[in-house]
């Protein structure tokens, strides 16, 4: 069953001036729950577009998204951003964790904007924490920790609300190889036990390796599109 | 939920110290300046309302029918005794006071000039009127019949001092002109020019004498309760009639109700060019901090905040700002007041001659509530008014926009 499917979608930057950019031109493609897809390509090929169209945080110029058989193309920000509370976990390449909170305060937060109670927020970030053997970080903030241990730390965040889609762009860019292998095997075992999809933009062939489908964007058209 | 969107709130302030703190000297510096400034001005103005009105008359005045346009003898106000018996009963007055006024000429060795005359009832006014409280030299009363107090500046003029002699010169109410020798038993100073360049002033008894009439010129009256001055007025004109002519100190003093109007919208200006100013440096702030966390709310929003959550944690903390703002300025504002109620502002550290302005050379800041409450809702709003544009701004990008931003 397709999570994700998008249609003839094409995003085109400075439309009515001398400047135009297409970034993407005219992409279709479904991606099935449970899936676990590296796009990559060179830098300016589309595929952080792509990523940003799937998760609602930029809209298309033509063409329609499908989320679980919901279309959000056109919806308004408000219906975005609650789409994007409940069904999809981010996580960004700076980490982006929120500076003036903990790691338990981070994790937490998503969960709290979700309304879910207390003792089950505890209960959920500590098993996450453990999971993700983090829990001496908890209750420190993201300037004491490592950038691999931030990392660390996003993914928690973006898997403590137990999301369907897990939108990932260039993740393992700013940790060194070893953290990196770590945080993908991580990543690959969330991906077989609660059959999360996963989404990568990436250039990191180590990431292109690990995943199961690798479809390879050139000037926002798709180049190869491959299951092994 | 709000819960949260407030403690975020005070870590965010918490980041820049410098830039909170500065942010909130502003505000508490503002609130000082204006409530000093509120303080003094109300205190000049009481002061010279006090001054002025409390050295002439009390609550309410009844004169004869027109007197008030032409002060002569004949316009006097007659039938005492019947005046006196119809208010005898109206439970809103307090006490009465007489007073005879009236044109003199006064003459010393050295100077003479016309002034106004005034025969009072000294232990009686002695609470009630200021003018015991404004004896520069000498005592407040009339140890012989022919004593006399004088305003000090007309004392200078005269070239004498307490224990002089001058004589007074008055047409009586015959129109026969008569004098008689006078000795200085105390000087005034009230920083009314009117009273302490041109008055003098004898007992009451002596002034009917003096005058030969058994009549006064003025009844004032001291009510309860001042709130029902108004109404006081208007009950006690239908009491007694036609013949008299009923004031509230308001009306004999409408310069001194100008006065105060002007002083009062004086301050309101005052209020909104500093809250306007502080608006401006407000919303320079929030901006400053808004755009500096463009990303970071971009990153919210990419989890699923709503832009009304993240415009809750800006006007949170904004109103904390202010609020710490508020409370340090109103701490200190207050302080300052307290400490120039009790010592008094001395004017003539800053220079002379205020009081040919009916301005005192120490000036009594009153503290009340009210100096509060229109700062508090001033800069609440202030700081409300002053997110929404650099809110507007937030508003305008898409997500990823804001996460991109530089």
Redesign the interface.
């Known amino acids: 069953m397709s999570i994700i499917t998008l249609a003839n979608i094409s995003k085109t930057y400075s439309e009515k001036t001398a400047y135009k950019t297409i970034a993407l031109d005219d992409i279709s493609l479904a991606v099935t729950e449970g899936e676990f897809l590296a796009i990559s390509g060179p830098s300016g090929s589309g595929k952080t577009t792509l990523l940003n169209l799937i998760g609602g945080l930029d809209s298309p110029s033509k063409g329609r998204i499908i989320l679980n058989n919901n279309d959000i193309t056109g919806l308004k920000e408000n219906e975005l951003s609650q789409i994007r509370l409940h069904h999809i976990g981010f996580i960004f390449q700076a980490y982006n964790l929120i500076p003036v909170l903990t790691a338990m305060e981070n994790m937490e937060y998503i969960l709290m904007l979700q309304r879910v109670k207390k003792q089950e927020r505890q209960q959920r970030v500590k098993d996450v924490a453990s999971r993700l053997k983090i829990d001496e970080l908890l209750h420190k903030k993201p300037s004491e920790m490592s950038g691999g241990q931030q990392q660390r730390v996003a993914i928690a965040r973006a898997i403590v609300s137990k999301p369907k889609l897990i939108l990932a762009d260039e993740p393992t860019a700013n940790l060194d190889s070893k953290t990196s292998d770590i945080l993908l095997e991580l990543m690959k075992e969330l991906n077989e036990e609660h059959k999360m999809t996963f989404i990568f933009a990436t250039h990191d062939s180590s990431v292109i390796q690990k995943a199961k489908r690798h479809i390879s964007l050139l000037d926002g058209m798709v180049l190869d599109d491959t299951t092994k | 939920?709000n819960l949260?969107m407030v403690i975020?709130a005070y870590?965010?302030l918490?980041?820049n110290k410098v830039r909170t703190t500065m942010v909130i000297t502003m505000i508490a510096s503002s609130l000082v300046l204006l409530m000093f400034f509120q303080g003094f001005m109300e205190g000049v103005i009481e002061q010279m309302t006090k001054d002025t009105v409390r050295s002439q008359t009390s609550d309410i005045t009844i004169y004869g029918k027109k007197y008030r346009k032409e002060k002569e003898l004949n316009n006097r106000l007659t039938h005492k005794k019947y005046v006196l018996k119809q208010l005898s009963n109206v439970d809103i007055i307090q006490d009465h006071f007489q007073r005879l006024e009236h044109d003199a000429m006064i003459a010393s060795a050295y100077y003479s000039q016309g002034i106004k005359l005034v025969g009072l009832e000294a232990e009686k006014e002695k609470n009630e009127f200021i003018l015991s409280t404004r004896i520069k030299k000498g005592e407040y009363h009339f140890p012989k019949e022919n004593s006399i107090w004088i305003g000090h500046a007309l004392a200078e003029k005269l070239g004498i001092d307490i224990h002089r002699k001058v004589v007074l010169t008055v047409q009586d109410s015959d129109g026969e002109i008569t004098g008689e020798a006078f000795r200085v038993v105390a000087t005034i100073q009230t920083n009314n020019p009117k009273i302490d360049r041109a008055t003098a002033f004898i007992s009451l008894e002596k002034a009917k004498s003096f005058f030969k009439m058994d009549d006064i010129t003025q009844l004032s009256i001291k009510l309860n309760n001042q709130a029902t001055l108004i109404e006081a007025r208007d009950m006690i004109q239908d009491k007694i009639g036609d013949p008299y002519e009923v004031f509230t100190w308001r009306q004999l003093f409408p310069s001194l109700q100008f006065m105060e109007t002007a002083t009062s919208s004086y301050i309101k200006i005052c209020y909104a060019i500093l809250f306007i100013i502080m608006m401006i440096g407000f919303v320079g702030v929030i901006m400053m901090s808004i755009m500096e966390r463009v990303?970071?709310f971009g990153?919210?929003?990419?989890?699923?905040?709503?832009?009304?959550?993240i415009s809750w944690i800006v006007f949170w903390e904004s109103l904390i700002m202010s609020f710490y703002g508020f409370l340090i300025g109103m701490g200190i504002g207050f302080g300052i007041l307290y400490i120039s109620n009790q010592t008094g502002i001395n004017l003539s550290l800053f220079g002379d001659g205020f009081e040919q302005f009916g301005i005192a050379n120490i000036i009594y800041p009153p503290i009340k509530l009210s100096y509060c409450l229109t700062p508090f809702i001033a800069i609440m709003i202030t700081s409300m008014l002053s997110i929404i544009w650099p809110l507007r701004i937030l508003y305008k990008l898409?997500?990823?926009q804001s996460?991109q931003f530089n």
Request: hydrophobic share 50%; glycine share 4%.
């Open positions: 939920m949260l975020l870590r965010n918490a980041r990303r970071e990153i919210m929003l990419a989890i699923g905040h709503k832009f009304k959550q898409k997500p990823i996460i």
